[in-house]
């Protein structure tokens, strides 16, 4: 069905590679096209969590393709920046949790793609970067939006006006990723993040997710308040009967998402 994605499924998680090798997994129309297809149709009922990836172990996804970009005009620039701003978001607002398995190069679009899942993890040969600038063009799949959010203003202007890439430590340090582990643990490091999620009870993590993404723009008591409302529907669920019952009576508990 898909030329440039790979899609596996293990239980309850479902796992999208970016599978253009060639050029080191750089995005393109056609790869941004079928990633917007493939989540457009994605179960959230289905599966709990998304793991999404890059082929080989030397790029997760090391930017845009230069080589399309290359001849566009202003008004082909600016629907080329949208295409992937527009997919990227579809991630971010995704109704399961996304976590990012970041193996070699995350350059400009690979960055900005990690910065739209709700977790990175990295293997120690990770590069993160914003190069942009050095191409005359900036971060146009969101990046000037979420990297400031993530790791500050002062750090995320650095890493912009500088293009300059930085290794897994130093994308620890910054918090722009959650762990680093060896490149031959990091599918498995990913897999049991995945699982944890998975085990827990499906609707109050999609709340969660909701709350997290909504509340950031919102003063305090806006927040407090919107936070309140889902907290109140998450006891309509049998998902909360279910699980405080097995609580009390020290039982195991298997949540069915209702």
């Given at each position: 069905?898909?030329?440039?994605?790979?899609?596996?499924?293990?239980n309850?998680?479902?796992?999208?590679?970016?599978?253009?090798?060639?050029?080191?997994?750089?995005?393109n129309?056609?790869?941004?096209?079928?990633?917007?297809?493939?989540?457009?149709?994605?179960?959230?009922?289905?599966?709990?969590?998304?793991?999404?990836?890059?082929?080989?172990?030397?790029?997760?996804?090391?930017?845009?393709?230069?080589?399309?970009?290359?001849n566009?005009n202003e008004?082909?620039?600016?629907?080329?920046?949208?295409?992937?701003a527009?997919?990227?978001?579809?991630?971010?607002?995704?109704?399961?949790p996304?976590?990012?398995?970041?193996?070699?190069?995350?350059?400009?679009?690979?960055?900005?793609?990690?910065?739209?899942?709700?977790?990175?993890?990295c293997?120690?040969?990770?590069?993160f970067?914003?190069?942009?600038?050095?191409?005359?063009?900036?971060?146009?799949?969101?990046?000037?939006?979420?990297?400031?959010?993530?790791?500050?203003?002062?750090?995320?202007?650095?890493?912009?006006?500088?293009?300059?890439?930085?290794?897994?430590?130093?994308?620890?340090?910054?918090?722009?990723?959650?762990?680093?582990?060896p490149?031959?643990?990091l599918?498995?490091?990913?897999?049991?993040?995945a699982?944890?999620?998975?085990?827990?009870?499906?609707?109050a993590?999609?709340?969660a997710?909701?709350?997290?993404?909504?509340?950031?723009?919102?003063?305090?008591?806006?927040?407090?308040?919107?936070?309140?409302?889902?907290?109140?529907?998450c006891?309509?669920?049998?998902?909360?009967?279910?699980g405080?019952?097995?609580?009390?009576?020290?039982?195991?508990?298997?949540?069915?998402?209702?």
């Amino acid at each position: 069905m898909y030329n440039y994605i790979k899609i596996e499924e293990k239980n309850a998680i479902a796992i999208l590679t970016i599978s253009a090798p060639k050029s080191l997994n750089a995005l393109n129309t056609t790869i941004l096209n079928e990633m917007d297809n493939y989540l457009t149709h994605f179960d959230c009922n289905r599966y709990r969590c998304l793991i999404i990836t890059g082929d080989g172990e030397k790029s997760f996804v090391a930017g845009a393709d230069i080589s399309e970009m290359a001849n566009l005009n202003e008004p082909q620039g600016q629907t080329f920046g949208n295409r992937g701003a527009m997919v990227f978001r579809k991630i971010e607002t995704l109704h399961v949790p996304v976590i990012a398995a970041v193996n070699g190069f995350a350059l400009g679009g690979g960055c900005e793609l990690a910065m739209a899942c709700d977790i990175r993890i990295c293997s120690e040969n990770a590069r993160f970067g914003q190069p942009e600038v050095g191409l005359g063009i900036i971060p146009g799949f969101s990046g000037t939006v979420r990297l400031a959010r993530l790791v500050g203003m002062g750090m995320a202007k650095q890493l912009i006006y500088t293009g300059k890439p930085i290794k897994a430590d130093e994308a620890l340090r910054i918090g722009l990723v959650n762990a680093v582990v060896p490149q031959p643990e990091l599918m498995d490091k990913a897999m049991e993040i995945a699982n944890q999620i998975a085990a827990n009870a499906p609707l109050a993590v999609k709340a969660a997710k909701l709350c997290i993404n909504s509340e950031y723009d919102m003063d305090v008591d806006e927040a407090i308040l919107y936070e309140n409302g889902i907290f109140g529907h998450c006891f309509a669920t049998e998902d909360q009967k279910n699980g405080m019952k097995a609580f009390l009576n020290k039982e195991k508990v298997t949540f069915e998402g209702k």
